[in-house]
């Protein structure tokens, strides 16, 4: 399957302000645009990484550190890292009870080759400048048969279900992040990403197109999420 045109990655200028000015409701914001399923989501992905018995993990676009957070409780015995772009978001990840935290770009990481035994990133892989450069940067810092983990929305197959959905994503969800954060805009913006963003298949392609092999998608919520997981 061609996703060349799935290459394309959003505007890291926008996002970096964006998650700037809604880190402190980000949080709450979540819970309540996905009626708390999001905690669901998280502890199903910290669960697959902990059956892995991985001793050194990665999250990047850690934001808050809720998946980080969800892993390290799976995983006591892990190293847990959380990276983010968004020093607004890793103080909201200190706030809440994360400690191994950096500033980093997921297209550029400050960690050597081959040293990371899992990478995870939760709704975060849509909103970088490159998704193809910020892919090989996370097969870059994986060991040989180590694991990535993508958790994000996606587009049910049901024609029905997908028309359903994009409704709440164009119509309801601006709306009522806009209430409750006051920025409507970075919210139809994010929205909207999630459109774009290539999902069952194609992204299964890409992410194998940028380093990795055995790609498989995990559907979530009758494919309103979705997570992907491949081998380096």
């Avoid at 819970?31 to 199903?44: E, P, T």
């Avoid at 935290?101 to 975060?124: C, E, K, M, Y």
């Avoid at 097969?139 to 997908?162: I, K």
């Avoid at 919210?187 to 992204?203: H, N, V």
Wanted: net charge neutral; hydrophobic share 45%; glycine share 6%.
């Amino acid at each position: 399957m061609e996703v060349s045109n799935h290459n394309r990655g959003q505007d890291a200028t926008f996002v970096r302000g964006a998650f700037a000015n809604i880190a402190k409701r980000y949080v709450l914001t979540n819970h309540v645009l996905s009626f708390g399923i999001d905690i669901l989501w998280r502890w199903k992905t910290a669960r697959l990484v902990a059956e892995l018995h991985p001793e050194i993990v990665l999250d990047l676009a850690t934001g808050s550190g809720d998946l980080a957070m969800e892993i390290k409780r799976q995983c006591p015995v892990a190293d847990v890292l959380g990276a983010d772009f968004s020093p607004p978001m890793l103080q909201e990840a200190k706030k809440n009870g994360m400690q191994n935290l950096i500033v980093a770009d997921a297209l550029n990481l400050p960690i050597t080759d081959a040293s990371i035994d899992i990478v995870t990133v939760a709704f975060g892989l849509r909103n970088m400048a490159s998704w193809s450069d910020a892919l090989t940067e996370m097969a870059r810092v994986l060991r040989p048969g180590g694991a990535l983990f993508v958790l994000d929305f996606s587009l049910p197959e049901n024609s029905l279900m997908r028309s359903a959905h994009l409704f709440y994503l164009r119509q309801v969800m601006p709306l009522i992040a806009g209430a409750l954060t006051g920025e409507r805009q970075a919210y139809e913006y994010l929205c909207k990403t999630i459109e774009q963003f290539p999902s069952g298949d194609a992204m299964c392609c890409l992410i194998c197109q940028n380093g990795f092999r055995e790609a498989k998608a995990i559907k979530l919520s009758f494919g309103i999420a979705s997570i992907y997981i491949a081998v380096k």
